[in-house]
Nanobody
Framework: QLVESGGGLVQPGGSLRLSCVIS????????MGWFRQAPGQEREGVAGIDSSGSIVYADSVKGRFAISIDNAKNTLYLQMNSLKPEDTGMYYC??????????????????????WGQGTQVTVSS
């Protein structure tokens, strides 16, 4: 079970930190990632991290977002800085075993993930 939190309304240029608590997982080889979906658009990968420590970002968020994981707390984070209106959307965390981090940002990469949270809304507006 994956449970996201931390979304909200923020002004352009502001910051938010999303959290995703993962109740249990048994994979020693895994990939975890953040996806987002704006109204009327497809769900897209934002950032991914795998068990080897590899991290990838979508070009649209490089230099502004940072993904991290606290294994002791079974929690995945997404630190979002310098937020823009186009970052608005529902943000989901996902995980799957035996996937590289790059799968998160691959074309239709979302189809490779079987475990999803319920989402947390991020709205960037003045």
């Amino acid at each position: 079970q994956l449970v996201e939190s931390g979304g909200g309304l923020v002004q352009p240029g502001g910051s938010l930190r999303l959290s995703c608590v993962i109740s249990e997982y048994s994979y020693s080889d895994y990939c975890m990632g953040w996806f987002r979906q704006a109204p009327g658009q497809e769900r897209e990968g934002v950032a991914g991290i795998d068990s080897s420590g590899s991290i990838v970002y979508a070009d649209s968020v490089k230099g502004r977002f940072a993904i991290s994981i606290d294994n002791a707390k079974n929690t995945l984070y997404l630190q979002m800085n310098s937020l823009k209106p186009e970052d608005t959307g529902m943000y989901y965390c996902a995980m799957e075993g035996f996937r590289p981090a790059s799968m998160v940002v691959a074309v239709n990469g979302r189809n490779a993930f079987g475990y999803w949270g319920q989402g947390t809304q991020v709205t960037v507006s003045s």
